[in-house]
């Protein structure tokens, strides 16, 4: 996996949790394995090595996401950078025909996102200063 920073727009969701908890690799692979869809946390005391969760990230991030969320059925985002053309394109630092030809888009595209400065969601200043404290990392 490439660095990137422990923000809510590269690690949206449960993935942001899990990153900031030092669990970085364990929220990507989650979120390759069953991004885009929910999963069921199960109970702390219920968790072992055979549960699903436990076999896709491990025990200690299991542990930690079902400390925080057990019991419940939580939605698993894609991690930024996959599957959204339109963060990437934002992000990109070149000009207009690189970012197209390096996302296999087209330039109108990339002109058009640009222009409207993409949805306020996935821009970093909006989300992280607002961002509540975190019970699963004390942050």
């Known amino acids: 996996m490439d660095e990137r920073p422990i923000t809510p727009e590269w690690f949206p969701g449960i993935l942001y949790e899990l990153a ?44 930690a996401v079902s400390e925080r969320w057990g019991g419940t059925r939580q939605y698993v985002p894609l991690r930024g950078g996959v599957g959204s053309k339109m963060r990437n394109i934002l992000a990109h630092p070149g000009g207009t025909a690189e970012c ?22 996935w821009r970093p200043s909006d989300c992280e200063a607002s961002r509540p404290a975190s019970p699963l990392t004390g942050g």
């Open 20 to 63: 900031r908890a030092g669990f970085v690799q364990e929220a990507a692979a989650l979120s390759e394995a069953r991004g885009g869809r929910t999963i069921d946390i199960p109970l702390r005391e219920r968790l072992t090595d055979a549960s699903a969760l436990a076999r896709l990230i491990g025990m200690p991030a299991a542990g």
């Open 100 to 121: 197209a030809r390096d996302l296999q888009t087209s330039e109108q595209w990339v002109r058009r996102v640009r222009n409207q400065g993409g949805s306020k969601r």
